[in-house]
T-cell receptor, first 109, second 113 residues
Framework: QQPVQSPQAVILREGEDAVINCSSS?????VHWYRQKHGEAPVFLMI?????EQKGHEKISASFNEKKQQSSLYLTASQLSYSGTYFC??????????FGTGTSLTVIP | DTEVTQTPKHLVMGMTNKKSLKCEQH?????MYWYKQKAKKPPELMFV???????INESVPSRFSPECPNSSLLNLHLHALQPEDSALYLC????????????FGPGTRLTVT
């Protein structure tokens, strides 16, 4: 039931862009994106509820293709503060919630 | 107040000990979660409480016993744990049962010796 993310890890230079993909084998009601820094709790980035919906938050945006059961997170003009592990999370209409496999993102000067 | 608090921050316990983890939120959220996270792995869902009733138990061993005394408080009672249970235990709460974001506490770092 765990969504699969790709890539597993990525290293960027400041200012570069990145895309993180999340794919599920089960039908999705919503997709969440979280970022977790080492030793800290996950921090909510955004949630997508409808197929094909795209949301944005400053230089971070995401899309959700409900039919393909996929979501992508787009990071534009990356900053050092973007470093961390990114998780997608999938929820059904109940209370269950499953985190994806995770993508480690490192931004270097 | 959008904070979820967890105590203690760190806990070291022997395999014969009994201890409890505590989680508290005052946002009026009616769904509360326990997750277990091992190093370099995603959080794994353990239990979900909805309106103070246990709604999901992800086949967690009985040495972990959750309790929800009221809508603001969630406990996780630990007994006869194994060294492999050492992990970060995260609590989260959620306003809506479906689709809402989760607010996470800072976690309890548990070491079983």
């Amino acid at each position: 039931q765990q969504p699969v993310q790709s890539p597993q890890a990525v290293i960027l230079r400041e200012g570069e862009d990145a895309v993180i993909n999340c794919s599920s084998s089960k039908a999705l009601y919503s997709v969440h994106w979280y970022r977790q820094k080492h030793g800290e709790a996950p921090v909510f980035l955004m949630i997508l509820l409808k197929g094909g919906e795209q949301k944005g938050h400053e230089k971070i945006s995401a899309s959700f293709n409900e039919k393909k059961q996929q979501s992508s997170l787009y990071l534009t003009a990356s900053q050092l503060s973007y470093s961390g592990t990114y998780f997608c999370g999938t929820a059904n209409t109940g209370n269950q919630f499953y985190f994806g496999t995770g993508t480690s993102l490192t931004v270097i000067p | 107040d959008t904070e979820v608090t967890q105590t203690p921050k760190h806990l070291v316990m022997g395999m014969t000990n009994k201890k409890s983890l505590k989680c508290e939120q005052h946002m009026g959220h009616r769904a509360m979660y326990w997750y277990k996270q091992k190093a370099k792995k995603p959080p794994e869902l353990m239990f979900v409480y909805s309106y103070e009733k246990l709604s999901i138990n992800e086949s967690v061993p009985s040495r972990f016993s959750p309790e929800c005394p009221n809508s603001s408080l969630l406990n996780l009672h630990l007994h006869a744990l194994q060294p492999e249970d050492s992990a970060l235990y995260l609590c989260a709460s959620r306003q809506r049962l479906a689709g809402g974001e989760q607010y996470f506490g800072p976690g309890t770092r548990l070491t079983v010796t």
